[in-house]
């Protein structure tokens, strides 16, 4: 039975993730899900970020995944706990969900030599307070400062990262996370969209601070959690497959997600609102 690893993200941010999970175990089969059609999922609310992100869920779940990965930090911090404690006892107590705040946040605090670091995110991610919440469970002295950047991810997804408007709206939120904490060493990428933009935020940054993207992180985390849950790893497909679903325009998301993947890609179109 074809039973890929499932990675959903709100766009195409997800693919960043995605690339470090195949260049680390290109054994496995993945599935790639795409919701663009409704993304960003930055700004909305609790409860529409948990719908959506529950029905992609089920969808990757009736495609054969066992495992799917919210690779997006708004659906992680809206909807994962939920998922986790409420909705997969009930339907389907055999398969997982995981999310990337949690990988992310049990290893910054141990990464920081100062103790103070900076969170860049979504609205949403900021406002659920998720990764200050987390990094205080496996460091509680860790000082955390946090800055929403509801500019960046259009300004990525129009490709235009690398021009005045970016380096303008970049170095604005750099300076505004700085003032708010000083002393911050580690800087947390807290969506997958932003390592496009890893060269601009270090033109802004000095020497001194370390900036951190979650695909490696979580790669590594998710390669531990399979040799700790073989009966989860011998579930999956292993023929080395990447397949890409979008909910929207697949020509768009073919262009933007080579961009995000870094080699080239090819979508088909699905729906997944039931």
Avoid at 77 to 102: C, D, F, S
Avoid at 119 to 147: C, D, H, M, R, W
Wanted: glycine share 6%; aromatic share 10%.
């Amino acid at each position: 039975m074809n039973s890929p690893i499932g990675v959903f993200d709100s766009g195409f941010g997800g693919l960043t993730v995605l690339k470090e999970l195949h260049e680390l175990m290109p054994e496995n089969d993945y599935l790639y899900l795409g919701d663009n059609a409704r993304a960003p999922y930055g700004n909305r609310s609790f409860d529409t970020v948990y719908e959506y992100t529950l029905e992609a869920v089920e969808f990757l779940f009736q495609q054969g995944c066992e495992l799917v990965i919210l690779a997006c930090n708004t659906a992680s911090a809206k909807a994962l706990r939920t998922i986790q404690q409420k909705y997969l006892p009930e339907k389907y107590p055999n398969k997982r969900v995981l999310g990337v705040i949690r990988p992310t946040t049990e290893l910054v605090g141990s990464l920081s030599k100062t103790g103070h670091v900076g969170i860049l995110g979504t609205i949403g991610t900021v406002q659920s307070n998720s990764y200050v919440v987390e990094i205080a469970k496996f460091s509680p002295q860790t000082i955390v400062s946090q800055e929403a950047c509801p500019m960046w991810v259009p300004l990525i997804e129009n490709n235009l990262m690398h021009t005045d408007g970016a380096a303008y709206f970049i170095k604005e939120n750099l300076t505004e996370l700085l003032s708010k904490d000083a002393k911050i060493d580690t800087l947390v990428l807290a969506c997958t969209h932003y390592p496009l933009l890893s060269k601009q935020i270090q033109n802004f940054l000095p020497s001194t601070i370390t900036v951190l993207s979650q695909g490696e992180i979580v790669a590594n985390s998710l390669q531990a959690y399979l040799n700790r849950h073989p009966e989860i790893a011998d579930k999956i497909s292993k023929t080395g497959n990447c397949a890409f679903l979008t909910t929207d325009d697949t020509s768009k998301f073919d262009e933007m997600g080579t961009l995000f993947f870094g080699e080239k890609i090819k979508s088909e179109h699905c729906r997944i609102d039931y």
